[in-house]
Nanobody, 123 residues
Framework: QVQLVESGGGLVQPGGSLRLSCEAS????????MGWYRQAPGKQRELVAV???????NYADSVKGRFTISRDNAKNTVYLQMNSLKPEDTGVYYC?????????????????WGQGTQVTVSS
């Protein structure tokens, strides 16, 4: 059973920084893409950043230049460094894993999601 567990959310003042982490656990051989989505109250879930293996990193326009996504494939972990945070960055941040191959060679077409971590930017 594959699980994604996020950590690092919290309350921060505008202009501050947070670092989110997400570790995928289970019988994993490889993950094609890992990324972050967020959902603000009353809004749809939206892409924040995604980092595929061997492909270009993609950021939402609203976070370009402020957020940085990185991966440690040996640990099946993805990070999101968030700087210069704004109140509009407030929301629940979800980790996503796509294109997973398990240790027995089985590929999964479905996405895997974490439970979400709350980020609140407020003075």
């Amino acid at each position: 059973q594959v699980q994604l567990v996020e950590s690092g959310g919290g309350l921060v003042q505008p202009g501050g920084s947070l670092r989110l982490s997400c570790e995928a656990s289970g019988s994993i051989f490889s993950i094609y893409a890992m990324g972050w989505y967020r959902q603000a109250p009353g809004k749809q879930r939206e892409l924040v950043a995604v980092k595929p293996n061997g492909g270009s990193t993609n950021y939402a326009d609203s976070v370009k230049g402020r957020f940085t996504i990185s991966r440690d494939n040996a640990k099946n972990t993805v990070y999101l460094q968030m700087n210069s945070l704004k109140p509009e960055d407030t929301g629940v941040y979800y980790c996503n894993a796509r294109g997973l191959l398990d240790s027995e060679g089985r590929g999964y077409e479905n996405d895997f999601w974490g439970q979400g971590t709350q980020v609140t930017v407020s003075s």
